[in-house]
Each structure stands twice: as structure tokens, then as C-alpha cells.
């Protein structure tokens, strides 16, 4: 069997030039790049050690989910948080980019440069790749949140390779390569700084697909229709997590400028911070108001709420729309929890309300509050200017349009995926796993030993 095995790995090396033959036909060398841009090097790597902050944020990702469940699935989302980058690194490298990125085809899609081979292989694109796969790996990992507690670890392994190999990069494609959005003859056409819309909303309703095809946890609402909390097993987790995210979403704006030599990464910089935390100190005000308790756990999606919203905007702003924005992000999780709660729909980590619904509203907050003094990665035109500014409604026009096709588009094809993979094989465990806990049933190994029972 190994062997077998060995032979058709072989041959898939061959077929596709990944052999050294293959690999090394042609230099990636980055004479040219230098030759036209001196400041290359200083660019390349503030690119990089951004993109390595992000990198981090998958650890962010995997503790708030990890302190927003119970200890009975912790190895789970640990497993679910690691092979979401495992699938985007290897399918983003194979077809994901290639579609996102590649020579644009009638605005909808790319298509060169399938395994980083053919025209394109050089320092340049393999950077760009570089940066854009830690975005890939973060519009994956969102999902695992929505979805916590119930999901097969298959049908999680499948989800990851539909979303890298086709919805996260199609999308990425008309508005980041090229594609037909970011050609809207309205303002400056659908803009996107550092994605609340290709990340955070795509994540976010694929994972409001996922949610709803898989039906709450047991004991999750009660015989009435009504809620009932269901407490994860580490607030000290889930603070350290959005720690980890608020820091590497320093990495995730300012460097999607591309540049270090782009000083407008310190007004990036700020915008970020500030929306952070005016998203969680609104939700904690607004939730102590209805409950009359501080709580934590609403504040660190607030805190969330407030990165996601402000990551469209956050080049074209200024320092008090960035607290403006926050505040709404912050006001809109609450909201949006007890929303989908209302409806039925049990998302664990509150993940569609934070990436879902805060995407959206970044991507409409552009219209309202750009201030015209940068445009599209440049302070030369076509500058981004928000009805605020005297920009008229037409980059709001623009902002709307993206933000229904990004909702449509990700929820459509989510609902579908997850619809399809349940009616073949089901995607839910039995109810006995369930109560168990995914870790034994899924993994053979409880994430904390020394306290596991085998009763239910």
C-alpha cells in the first residue's frame, strides 16, 4: 500500500514540475526587481514580518475558540484551526492563487500561474502569494467557530478545500485581481483596503451556512425556543486569543500597503487600534446595561467587531471615524448575537456576527467616512471619498453593491457545499459523540487527560 502510494505521489510531482527538474527550470531571481526599485528590499521585508504577523492570528483564532467552548472539544478546534492552513497552504498554492490572482479572464477569474510556474515566477509573485495565503488561511479558519461542537472532522477537511480552491479566491479575484468589482464605475469603483470583505464577510456567511445546516447543540435552546448559555471553558483563553489577534491585525492593515515607504501605515496603525477598542468598550457598556453584568466574553468579540469593521476603511480614514466605526461594530455584535439566537441559529463563538455582519458594515462605512486624501495603496488618484467629504453617493453605491454580492456569494455557495456534503454522508456527528465531546470520538485524544471522564 505504501508503495502504491509512494508511485502515484511520484507521479503527481512529475506531472505537475515539482520535481527538481521541473522546480528549478527557471530562476525567481529578483535582479530586475532590484534594478527597478532600490527600496525593494525594505518593502519586501516589511511585507513579510507583516504577513508573519498574521501568520500569528491563526493561533489568536484557535485560542478564542478553544475558551469560547468546552473543554470536551478542545483537541477538535485545535485540529480544525490547523488543517484550515494546512489545506490553504497546499490548495491556495495549486489552484487558489492562480484563480485569484492570475491573468484577469473577462473579470471574473484568473488564469495563470497554477503552482507558482509559467511567466509569473519570481520574487514579486511569490511575495504576493506569501501575503495573500495567510489572508486565505483566515477566511478559512473563521468558519471553525460557527460551526464548533458538532461538526465531522471530514466534512470540516472538505469545507476547507471548497473555500480555498474556489469562494475565497473567485471573490478575491473581482475585487483584488482585477476582477469586475473593483472596475464599479462608482467613486473609485468597490475598494477593499485590507479585506472586511473578501476575509471577514466571505468567512463569515459561509459560516452562517454552516450553522444553519447543522442545527444547534443539544441544550443549547430549551423547550420554549429560548436560549440558554452555554459557557466555554477558558475566559483565560479566549482574553489571550484576542490578544493574539488584536496584535497581529497590526500586520493584516498596515501591511496590506505594500509598502513601508507608504507613511500613511501610522494613520493605519491608529485607526486599527482605536476602532479595537472603542468595538469593545460599547459592547461591554451595552451589555451591562441589559444584564447589569461586566461580561468579558462580549467585550472580546466587541474588541473583534471593532478590528473586523475597521479593516475596509482603515486607510481612508481619520482617527475619530475609526472610533465611530469602532462603536458601531461594537453596538452591532450585541445586537446581531441576540439576533441570530432569536432565529434559532447557534454560532458558538459569535463568528458570523463579528466577521459576518462587521464585514459588511466596513465595507459600507468606507462610503460614509473616506476623507478623500488616499486612494488605491497611493496618495495619487482615483483618491476614496465617503458622502462625509463631499464624495457624493456613488463609492457607497459602490461599497453596497460589493458588500450584497460578497454576502450572496458566500452564503449561496456555503449553504450549498455544506447541503451537499450533509445529504451524502452527513456532516453532523451522533448525538452520543456529541454529549461525549468531539475530542475521543474524532481525535482519540482528549485535550486535558488528567480531568477526562468516559460518562455523559
Known amino acids: 500500500m505504501f508503495k502504491k502510494v509512494s508511485v502515484i505521489l511520484l507521479g503527481l510531482l512529475v506531472a505537475t514540475g515539482l520535481c527538481p527538474g521541473g522546480l528549478f527550470a527557471q530562476d525567481p531571481g529578483g535582479a530586475q526587481t532590484l534594478a527597478g526599485n532600490a527600496n525593494a528590499p525594505i518593502d519586501y521585508v516589511w511585507v513579510l514580518v507583516c504577513g508573519f504577523l498574521v501568520?500569528?492570528?491563526?493561533?489568536?483564532?484557535?485560542?478564542?475558540?478553544a475558551g469560547f467552548c468546552r473543554a470536551k472539544n478542545a483537541t477538535n478546534l485545535m485540529a480544525k484551526n490547523t488543517i484550515d492552513f494546512v489545506m490553504a497552504s497546499l490548495v491556495f498554492f495549486a489552484f487558489g492563487f492562480a484563480l485569484m490572482m492570475g491573468k484577469d479572464s473577462g473579470g471574473f477569474v484568473g488564469t495563470t500561474g497554477f503552482f507558482l510556474k509559467?511567466?509569473?515566477?519570481?520574487?514579486?509573485?511569490?511575495?504576493?502569494?506569501?501575503?495573500?495565503?495567510?489572508?486565505?488561511?483566515?477566511?478559512?479558519?473563521?468558519?471553525?467557530?460557527?460551526?464548533?461542537?458538532?461538526?465531522?472532522?471530514?466534512?470540516?477537511?472538505?469545507?476547507?478545500?471548497?473555500?480555498?480552491?474556489f469562494i475565497y479566491p473567485l471573490f478575491g479575484h473581482w475585487e483584488w485581481g482585477g476582477g469586475w468589482l473593483s472596475?464599479?464605475?462608482?467613486?473609485a469603483g468597490h475598494v477593499d483596503f485590507a479585506g472586511s470583505g473578501v476575509v471577514h464577510t466571505?468567512?463569515?456567511?459561509?459560516?452562517?451556512?454552516?450553522?444553519?445546516?447543522?442545527?444547534?447543540?443539544?441544550?443549547?435552546?430549551?423547550?420554549?425556543?429560548?436560549?440558554?448559555?452555554?459557557?466555554?471553558?477558558?475566559?483565560?483563553?479566549?482574553?489571550?486569543?484576542?490578544?493574539?489577534?488584536?496584535?497581529?491585525?497590526?500586520?493584516?492593515?498596515?501591511g496590506s500597503t505594500f509598502s513601508a515607504h507608504q507613511l500613511r501605515i501610522a494613520v493605519i496603525a491608529v485607526n486599527t487600534n482605536m476602532a479595537a477598542a472603542a468595538g469593545a468598550a460599547v459592547a461591554l457598556l451595552l451589555v451591562f446595561m441589559k444584564t447589569k453584568k461586566w461580561d468579558v466574553g462580549m467585550m472580546l468579540n466587541g474588541?473583534?467587531?471593532?478590528?473586523?469593521?475597521?479593516?475596509?476603511?482603515?486607510?481612508?480614514?481619520?482617527?475619530?471615524?475609526?472610533?465611530?466605526?469602532?462603536?458601531?461594530?461594537?453596538?452591532?455584535?450585541?445586537?446581531?448575537?441576540?439576533?441570530?439566537?432569536?432565529?434559532?441559529?447557534?454560532?458558538?463563538?459569535?463568528?458570523?456576527?463579528?466577521?459576518?455582519?462587521?464585514?459588511?458594515?466596513?465595507?459600507?462605512?468606507?462610503?460614509?467616512?473616506?476623507?478623500?486624501?488616499y486612494g488605491l495603496g497611493t496618495?495619487?488618484?482615483?483618491?476614496?471619498?465617503?458622502?462625509?467629504?463631499?464624495?457624493?453617493?456613488?463609492?457607497?453605491?459602490?461599497?453596497?453593491?460589493?458588500?450584497?454580492?460578497?454576502?450572496?456569494?458566500?452564503?449561496?455557495?456555503?449553504?450549498?457545499?455544506?447541503?451537499?456534503?450533509?445529504?451524502c454522508f452527513g456532516i453532523r456527528v451522533n448525538p452520543h459523540e456529541e454529549l461525549k465531546g468531539l475530542d475521543i470520538p474524532e481525535h482519540g485524544t482528549p485535550a486535558y487527560p488528567n480531568f477526562y471522564t468516559t460518562s455523559v
Open 55 to 65: 501568520f500569528f492570528m491563526q493561533a489568536g483564532f484557535a485560542m478564542v475558540e
Open 118 to 165: 509559467g511567466a509569473d515566477y519570481d520574487v514579486g509573485r511569490y511575495l504576493m502569494f506569501f501575503w495573500q495565503l495567510m489572508f486565505a488561511g483566515t477566511a478559512a479558519t473563521i468558519v471553525s467557530g460557527a460551526v464548533a461542537e458538532r461538526l465531522k472532522f471530514k466534512a470540516y477537511f472538505l469545507y476547507s478545500l471548497g473555500v480555498i480552491a
Open 183 to 187: 472596475k464599479l464605475p462608482f467613486g
Open 202 to 254: 466571505i468567512g463569515g456567511f459561509v459560516g452562517l451556512a454552516g450553522a444553519l445546516v447543522l442545527g444547534p447543540r443539544f441544550g443549547k435552546f430549551g423547550k420554549d425556543g429560548k436560549p440558554k448559555a452555554i459557557p466555554g471553558h477558558s475566559i483565560t483563553f479566549a482574553a489571550l486569543g484576542t490578544f493574539i489577534l488584536w496584535f497581529g491585525w497590526f500586520g493584516f492593515n498596515p
Open 303 to 373: 474588541c473583534l467587531a471593532g478590528l473586523v469593521a475597521v479593516t475596509a476603511p482603515c486607510a481612508w480614514i481619520e482617527a475619530w471615524a475609526a472610533v465611530v466605526i469602532g462603536a458601531i461594530a461594537g453596538a452591532l455584535v450585541v445586537l446581531s448575537v441576540y439576533f441570530w439566537e432569536g432565529l434559532g441559529i447557534d454560532d458558538p463563538v459569535g463568528a458570523v456576527s463579528v466577521h459576518g455582519i462587521n464585514g459588511v458594515w466596513g465595507l459600507l462605512s468606507v462610503g460614509i467616512f473616506a476623507d478623500g486624501r
Open 379 to 423: 496618495t495619487e488618484s482615483p483618491l476614496v471619498t465617503g458622502l462625509l467629504y463631499g464624495g457624493g453617493w456613488g463609492q457607497f453605491i459602490a461599497q453596497a453593491i460589493g458588500a450584497g454580492v460578497a454576502v450572496a456569494w458566500a452564503f449561496g455557495l456555503g449553504y450549498v457545499m455544506f447541503k451537499v456534503m450533509d445529504i
